[in-house]
């Protein structure tokens, strides 16, 4: 009767719709990684992305019924300190792999704190409003906060090098910012310094090898069988599968290796081979259902820190997903960015099940705030 009440307790506010959509995708995603990694002959990918579900599943519970939301803010600034010394700690003595040095070996396990960046940037940047109480339009003095905790990982995630995912943390922290009243002044100062930057970027900051993904961006078939390779594989894997696609384990791409990053950033261009343009549509449907619920729940929240986490891991899963289509559809530079819940990777599918977890703690602080 105790464990009844307890269970009942922790089960009120969850969002199952919600859960029903992220879970949905993970299914589809082990699906298509399946295929991707010819699991019937060698499954080690394939099982080693059900233990990270699993685990990550596990998290997911933690974060979102087992600490409250005022636990969870608490916590934030030590999250992110710890996550800043991983950073320092990769950039020091990281694992280096295909020229990027951006894991950290715990044992037998890689880790990529880079990945988890994003979990405490969310946090961090909604915790950061909490000192600024009673500020009616933030200028970039007011924002200086907010421009120093998202400075330092972005600055420590370039380093590696890795410009995908130290975009995305701006992106993300940057949405979060846009919800509350920034001064014109300081938005144009923004946009002038971002495009100068932008430029000194290119001529002094960026690898040659980051240059070639934009020029090849711009004109893949410059050099078709080298840094133009992917994009290429990937557009051809995506037309293939015309309406209803090739059907499971058929694509030629992906079978017979034509299609690079298979199972991480192009698992897309899997799906689409197979499954063609209707099974493309019922990824991008569960995906606008999915932000949608986010932004729903964003609306909701009670207060400030619980509508900014919310809106931080809607930037989260809008941008991965709008970036690593663009990504494998040829319209945007192929910059390592994967497709949340579908992509094989370990440390992003914790952070990416910990970010729900998230969502049902904001979630369920409303519904028991309101009885």
């Known amino acids: 009767m105790i464990f009844a009440q307890f269970l009942k307790e922790k089960l009120r506010g969850i969002p199952w719709g919600l859960l029903v959509t992220v879970y949905a995708l993970v299914g589809l995603g082990l699906f298509s990684l399946y295929s991707a990694s010819g699991a019937d002959v060698s499954p080690g990918r394939f ?5 990270w579900v699993l685990l990550g599943t596990l998290g997911l519970i933690f974060w979102g019924l087992f600490l409250d939301l005022r636990s ?7 999250g992110y300190i710890v996550v800043c010394l991983m950073l320092l700690a990769v950039d020091l003595r990281g694992d280096v792999s295909k020229g990027a040095q951006r894991w950290l070996a715990v044992g037998p396990v890689r880790i990529q704190p880079s990945e988890l960046a994003k979990f405490v940037i969310i946090l961090i940047t909604a915790r950061s409003f909490g000192f600024t109480k009673g500020v009616q339009e933030f200028t970039l003095f007011t924002l200086w906060r907010q421009i120093l905790v998202v400075g330092i990982p972005f600055i420590l995630i370039l380093i590696q090098p890795d410009l995908g995912t130290a975009s995305l943390v701006l992106f993300i922290a940057a949405l979060q910012i846009a919800f509350v009243r920034v001064e014109w002044k300081s938005i144009a100062i923004v946009a002038v310094t971002g495009l100068t930057t932008a430029v000194l970027a ?4 960026l690898y040659d090898y980051q240059k070639l993904r934009v020029l090849n961006f711009i004109n893949p078939m410059r050099d078709p069988k080298g840094a133009g390779y992917h994009s290429i594989q990937s557009m051809i894997a ?3 599968g015309g309406v209803w696609g090739r059907g499971f384990m058929q694509g030629t791409q992906s079978q017979l290796n034509f299609l690079p990053e298979r199972h ?3 698992i897309f261009s899997v799906w689409a081979e197979e499954h063609g343009f209707v099974g493309a549509l019922v990824i991008f449907v569960l995906y606008a259902a999915l932000v949608l619920q986010i932004f729903q729940i964003a609306e909701r929240a009670r207060d400030t820190f619980s509508a900014l986490v919310a809106l931080g891991v809607a930037g989260f899963f809008m941008f991965h997903f709008l970036i690593n289509v663009a990504m494998v559809l040829g319209v945007f530079p192929v910059v390592g960015v994967p497709l949340s819940l579908v992509s094989y990777g370990g440390t992003h599918m914790l952070t990416v099940l910990a970010c729900v977890g998230l969502l049902i703690a904001v979630e369920r602080k409303r519904v028991q705030s309101s009885t």
Request: hydrophobic share 45%; net charge negative; aromatic share 22%.
């Open 264 to 266: 991480t950033d192009f």
């Open 202 to 205: 290119w001529s002094f900051v």
């Open 47 to 51: 099982n080693d992305q059900v233990n």
């Open 238 to 240: 995506v037309g293939s």
């Open 72 to 78: 969870i803010e608490r916590l934030t600034f030590f």
